[in-house]
């Protein structure tokens, strides 16, 4: 089974604070994305990368910024948290297969700004 | 970009009740996908179905890719199938995934 796992379930930062959420993927899987949940609004898109060092900006990456050293790590970078960035931050990944796949997700990264 | 639309928003059953949620989309897709989101917000994919129709227990997906929609068959629901399902489709740039806002599905037992 694929396993996507993000650094911490819930986080508090202060405004102002640089904020790092880590994921990791245990299947080498290529494509690895980050979305923020939000009531009402679904998941949206922050960034996704499809190799190394590449990266892809989606529906919302104002206020964010991405990091992919490693093929299994996508970490996603809040420069200057602001109290509008609390969410719940999704992790996910999915093979490059020739075709679109399946994304498996992460448990998810409540962040809260005060 | 894609829009997705889903319907109902909101869904409360008896334990024992069928449904159906759908999905709407706005454009032609290679990708197309239903989650279940549990009540501790893990994320869980239950169907990869861009076209036709697949089955897997109590549940059932079919898309219709010519007329842009999809539908989630929920047969003799059960407490834990309550949470958010979500549908997100893809189009050309198929890694890409637009979600819809979910339903939210309360049985009760």
């Known amino acids: 089974d694929v396993k996507v796992t993000q650094s911490s379930r819930y986080l508090v930062k202060r405004t102002g604070e640089k904020v790092f959420l880590e994921c990791v993927q245990d299947?080498?899987?290529?494509?690895m994305f980050w979305y923020r949940q939000d009531p009402g609004l679904g998941l949206r898109l922050i960034y996704f990368s499809y190799d190394v060092k590449m990266k892809e900006k989606g529906d919302i990456p104002e206020g964010y910024s991405v990091s992919r050293e490693k093929k299994e790590r996508f970490s996603l970078i809040l420069e200057s948290a602001s109290t509008n960035q609390t969410s719940m931050y999704l992790c996910?990944?999915?093979?490059?297969?020739?075709?679109?796949?399946?994304?498996?997700f992460g448990p998810g990264t409540r962040l809260t700004v005060l | 970009g894609i829009q997705v639309e889903q319907s109902p928003p909101d869904l409360i059953l008896q334990e024992g009740a069928n449904s159906t949620l759908r999905c709407n989309f706005s454009?032609?897709?290679?990708?197309l996908q239903w989650f279940h989101q549990n009540p501790w917000g893990q994320l869980i994919n239950l169907f990869y179905i861009p076209s036709g129709t697949k089955q897997n227990g109590r549940l059932s997906a079919t898309t219709v890719a010519t007329e842009r929609y999809s539908l989630l068959y929920i047969s003799s629901s059960q407490t834990t199938d309550s949470g958010v399902y979500f549908c997100?489709?893809?189009?050309?740039?198929?890694?890409?995934?637009?979600f819809g806002g979910g339903t939210r599905l309360m049985v009760k037992p």
């Open positions: 997100a489709a893809g189009g050309n740039a198929g890694n890409m995934l637009t």
């Open positions: 454009d032609s897709v290679n990708n």
């Open positions: 299947m080498d899987h290529e494509n």
């Open positions: 996910a990944s999915m093979r490059l297969s020739g075709r679109a796949d399946t994304q498996y």
